[in-house]
């Protein structure tokens, strides 16, 4: 057998294919090459920087034919693992390539153990080969994301997480480096979503090495890895790389069509890459973090003392911020350091302004944002700079008081109230929505005629104190449930039956509005009965506020009564819980007289989300300019119904031939050159001579 099939020695793919097939069969022609890798192997540890092609076969065969003959090549594996640990600086980057398809390959097989393989890969990740380093990420983040597929393996998990906290302090970059991409992915796949690993993260965020540095903090606001090319004006829109294809395949072969149909194929293929990426968690990491305070502490004492460029700056006091604000943090440092970026004409303002809103909070005492405040009114919203500045002013400090409502005083409020009459229309809709803003959470601050006309909730509402927390013991506006039914019958009642359902409203007027006796019984009264007449005025304007205040808390006590017996004596469903919150709306928007409406633009304000969008600040009330698509979208509807542009053709029978001007049009301008020189203008001179010829021709025709 041997020695009829010796050809087989020379071709191992065929081997391979014959041994698959049936491997008792050909069992001695696998101890052969085994041996042969063997003795190779000797020879190749004395030379270990050089390729070794014949090594390089061997190997391949030999891992392909691992499953067949299991006992033979147990120490296989090891052996490979090995070579790469003593020599991976020193080898050369096909052969280590090789090893790892072939560590890889066993892998497959469930002939080696995920820890020893990644373990090994992990260090591996310190050589200098670019194309080796991303191949094994991709390994890395495949195997463990079969590993935990079906279920999760806590405790492969955690040996993996512990080597790589070590990894992330090795003094190696690109290894620590990898390390965290290879974590940071791993989380984004929804494979390690745990506490552990983005407390392990979060510890790379104080490392020395900028990248590391840098790739964690972006981590943590949920930022891309690809986000320097999300601004490319052609990833918006989709490419077809077919249309590009077929008309380069008829038109005229350059250089030029062949850049470009590259240039759409790496397009296209960015655009489907990007399709079949997995959702990352943009905010949730930053919530998992053990201990926010200290992590808050360690990063701004970094931040005062790094010498780092600007953009990293900016990272930390964003991650700052947002814990600030997310888990009600204090840190008083914090609020003066941002105050010396907040200039009209500092880099990243807006960004700058986005970070002070962020870190207030109701937690942070008033005397403490305070200063935020009158920074951005004596920078920002000042008659000397531009209408622009004054609005995103006047936005970031409606953002900040949506947080931190008790930091805004009286004074200052009342001073940006006269904005809205500004003569620009983005200051003036910024001023007015800061109004609003505080009509319905601190209307005492605002001037009387700023207020607007007290709806049922601000008359609930109680006064905002620092630290005061209202806890209440059942659903606020559940007592519209009660008074439903009631108020269907009043509604479908009908016209006749309004007087018997409806009650009388008596209006009360005000003292102006009284009909005064005439002019010569006034002079008749005397000084001591109008000082009498005027003090019984004052005491029935007394007694009337008086009853209103009693009439308001006796209100407020029984809705309070009836939203307490429907919370306890009812479950609720969602329909329920719909009725309810349409309920609480109307009492933001309708007033307490009845019979007046409030008005269109007068919507309730929505309570601020937890992380401040920059778009927020920027908000400026301009007419924007379209872009690219939407221009081409306006022209061509504007086409729908135009008639074509363009010369007409009259020819009744468009078969028929054309004159010779119309020929003239598609004709090559070689052709008619000469035609065209005679168009050329003359001169007011010779003009004259023609003129002049023309009447002595006419002159002597008569």
């Not at 399709?275 to 930053?286: D, G, H, L, M, Q």
Request: proline share 3%.
């Amino acid at each position: 057998m041997f020695h009829n099939n010796n050809q087989l020695l020379n071709n191992l793919p065929q081997l391979q294919n014959l041994i698959k097939r049936d491997p008792p069969s050909y069992h001695e022609e696998f101890i052969y090459q085994l041996r042969h890798f063997n003795n190779i192997l000797e020879v190749f540890k004395l030379c270990p920087e050089k390729h070794n092609k014949t090594l390089d076969e061997l190997i391949m065969f030999l891992a392909q034919v691992s499953q067949c003959y299991p006992k033979e090549l147990e120490n296989f594996p090891q052996i490979l693992i090995d070579l790469l640990r003593s020599h991976n600086t020193v080898l050369d980057g096909d052969m280590r390539m090789t090893l790892c398809r072939a560590l890889i390959l066993l892998r497959n097989k469930n002939l080696l153990a995920p820890t020893d393989l990644l373990e090994l890969f992990f260090q591996l990740l310190r050589c200098q080969d670019k194309a080796l380093r991303s191949f094994l990420q991709t390994h890395i983040v495949t195997d463990i994301k079969n590993i935990n597929s079906k279920h999760k393996n806590a405790k492969l998990n955690t040996t993996l997480q512990n080597f790589m906290f070590t990894m992330l302090k090795d003094s190696n970059t690109r290894a620590a480096k990898m390390s965290v991409d290879i974590m940071i992915e791993l989380y984004k796949k929804n494979i390690w979503n745990d506490v552990k690993t983005v407390n392990v993260i979060a510890t790379g965020c104080f490392s020395k090495i900028t990248k590391v540095m840098v790739s964690c903090l972006k981590f943590f606001l949920g930022k891309d890895s690809d986000e320097k090319d999300s601004d490319d004006s052609d990833s918006d829109n989709e490419v077809d790389p077919k249309e590009v294809m077929m008309a380069n395949k008829f038109n005229k072969k350059t250089r030029k069509r062949e850049k470009q149909l590259d240039k759409v194929k790496k397009l296209a293929k960015k655009q489907k890459k990007k399709k079949s990426e997995v959702a990352s968690f943009n905010f949730s990491a930053i919530h998992l973090i053990h201990d926010p305070q200290g992590m808050a502490e360690k990063l701004f004492k970094q931040l005062e003392t790094t010498t780092k460029r600007f953009e990293v700056k900016l990272l930390t006091l964003d991650v700052i911020s947002r814990l600030i604000g997310l888990h009600d943090l204090f840190l008083f440092n914090y609020y003066p350091y941002i105050q010396r970026f907040m200039q009209p004409h500092q880099r990243e303002a807006t960004r700058i302004l986005q970070f002070a809103a962020q870190a207030s909070h109701e937690l942070v005492p008033p005397d403490v944002i305070h200063p935020v405040l009158k920074t951005l009114a004596n920078n920002f919203i000042t008659e000397r700079n531009s209408s622009d500045v004054i609005a995103i002013g006047l936005n970031a400090v409606k953002e900040v008081c949506a947080r931190c409502p008790l930091a805004m005083d009286e004074d200052l409020l009342q001073d940006l109230a006269q904005y809205k009459n500004y003569r620009d229309r983005s200051v003036m809709m910024a001023s007015r929505a800061l109004i609003q803003m505080f009509r319905t959470i601190r209307p005492e601050l605002l001037h009387k005629k700023d207020r607007g006309r007290p709806t049922e909730a601000t008359e609930e509402m109680e006064q905002m104190d620092y630290g005061k927390s209202t806890a209440t013991d059942f659903i606020p506006g559940a007592e519209v449930l009660l008074s439903e039914q009631s108020t269907h019958v009043k509604v479908d009642s009908g016209p006749e039956s309004a007087s018997d359902d409806e009650e009388w409203i008596d209006i009360q007027h005000s003292d102006d509005n009284l009909e005064i006796d005439s002019g010569a019984e006034e002079e008749e009264e005397s000084d001591e009965e109008r000082e009498v007449e005027s003090g019984e005025k004052k005491k029935s304007k007394i007694e009337k506020q008086a009853v209103k205040r009693k009439q308001k808390a006796e209100s407020a006590k029984l809705k309070k009564e009836q939203a307490q017996k429907i919370s306890l004596e009812k479950i609720l469903t969602d329909e329920d819980f719909k009725k309810i919150d349409a309920a609480n709306i109307r009492k933001q928007v309708f007033t307490t007289k009845k019979g007046i409406k409030r008005k269109l633009e007068e919507t309730p304000v929505e309570a601020p989300s937890e992380l401040v969008k920059l778009s927020d600040i920027e908000n400026i009330y301009k007419k924007r300019k379209h872009d690219k698509q939407a221009r081409i979208e306006s022209v061509r509807k504007g086409q729908a119904d135009r008639e074509k542009f363009g010369y007409k053709d009259g020819r009744v029978n468009e078969h028929c031939s054309k004159t010779n001007r119309e020929k003239r049009k598609n004709k090559n301008f070689q052709m008619i050159r000469h035609k065209v020189k005679g168009k050329v203008k003359r001169s007011f001179k010779d003009k004259q001579i023609a003129l002049r010829n023309h009447l002595l021709k006419l002159k002597k025709m008569k």
